[in-house]
């Protein structure tokens, strides 16, 4: 794929003219054939309780056009359902099975796994112990962690040192250790907090190995998908707000990417990435996202 000249960029408030998107990895040509967006919600669509600008009318656009429209979350805090009214009250309806998020996801694999009955022990809040409930398992969320097969971790705002040393006695006993998501940070309204990857790290220096990783950047995620869309990679498109975790996602998996400046990474940090975190197109908002497929 060829790389266009990324010296010429500048920002968006200095241009009279209507919303481009900068063109970084990918000509105007690659959007062809583009039949699903995949947006990340966090830093894309809101920023805690705040709708971020453009977020409604994109997506109302996305699918008036035709698109397959699905979003992508590695927050494990509530379920698919949870979404789905959340997003309502923004003015999104969309059905639960319209969201992939790495609590169903990690309820998903354990399933692959497992038997019903299995116990787990979850770190995290209610969308990972809802979401693996449903799929039958027992789940404690407290010591003592007799007989536990699978410690699943996410973020959880209650988290304390008795449950870190329960997970570690739980996995040095021989329970499976499973991360949803290694986010370092979580968007806010008024900046970050730290992320589900934070209490994972804990759990890891404590036990010395890393667990099996659910969300993004790997791909098992957006291959469900993928599958349920009927879509091949070429034909997507995902818009996230974090290199490290949309951006690569995107890359890993064959899928044009597109970074959009209003949750976590900045341009210049898009700029100086590697070559396996850089963007195929550079977006202020949303709202040059339909310029960018064509909208007009």
């Known amino acids: 794929m060829a790389r266009h000249d990324m010296s010429d960029l500048s920002d968006a408030s200095d241009r009279s003219d209507p919303p481009s998107p900068r063109l ?23 920023r805690g ?9 994109t997506v109302e656009w996305a699918r008036n056009r035709g698109l397959a429209v ?3 979350t590695n927050n494990s805090t509530i379920t698919r359902a949870d979404y789905s009214r959340h997003l309502g009250a923004f003015g999104i309806p969309t059905p639960p099975e319209h969201f992939m998020t790495s609590a169903y996801a990690t309820a998903l694999y354990l399933k692959s796994r497992g038997n019903a009955g299995d116990r787990v022990l979850v770190v995290g809040e209610g969308g990972l112990r809802d979401e693996i409930a449903a799929m039958g398992f027992e789940v404690l969320t407290a010591p003592p962690v007799d007989g536990v ?3 699943a ?8 040192y008795d449950m870190l040393c329960a997970a570690m006695h739980a996995i040095l006993d021989g329970a499976e250790f499973i991360a949803s998501n290694r986010d370092a940070t979580y968007p806010v309204e008024n ?67 597109a970074l959009v400046l209003t949750g976590i990474s900045s341009a210049e940090e898009a700029q100086a990435a590697p070559e ?5 197109w550079v977006l202020e908002t949303l709202a040059e996202l339909p310029p960018l497929l064509g909208a007009g």
């Open 276 to 280: 396996d975190m850089r963007p195929d």
């Open 149 to 151: 097969r699978y410690v």
């Open 191 to 257: 900046g970050l907090v730290p992320g589900g990857g934070t209490i994972v790290a804990a759990i890891e220096t404590a036990v010395g190995f890393s667990p099996a990783l659910i969300g993004k950047p790997t791909t098992r995620m957006l291959d469900l998908l993928l599958s349920e869309i009927g879509c091949a990679p070429e034909q997507a498109l995902i818009v996230g707000d974090r290199l490290d975790t949309d951006i690569k996602l995107g890359r890993d998996a064959g899928v044009r990417a």
């Open 49 to 57: 309780r705040r709708l971020l600008p453009h977020a409604v009318e």
């Open 24 to 46: 970084w990895g990918a000509s105007r040509s690659d959007r062809a054939g583009i039949r699903a967006v995949i947006f990340d919600l966090d830093g894309v669509i809101y």
């Open 70 to 72: 699905r979003f992508l």
């Open 153 to 160: 971790v996410g973020m959880d705002r209650a988290f304390c």
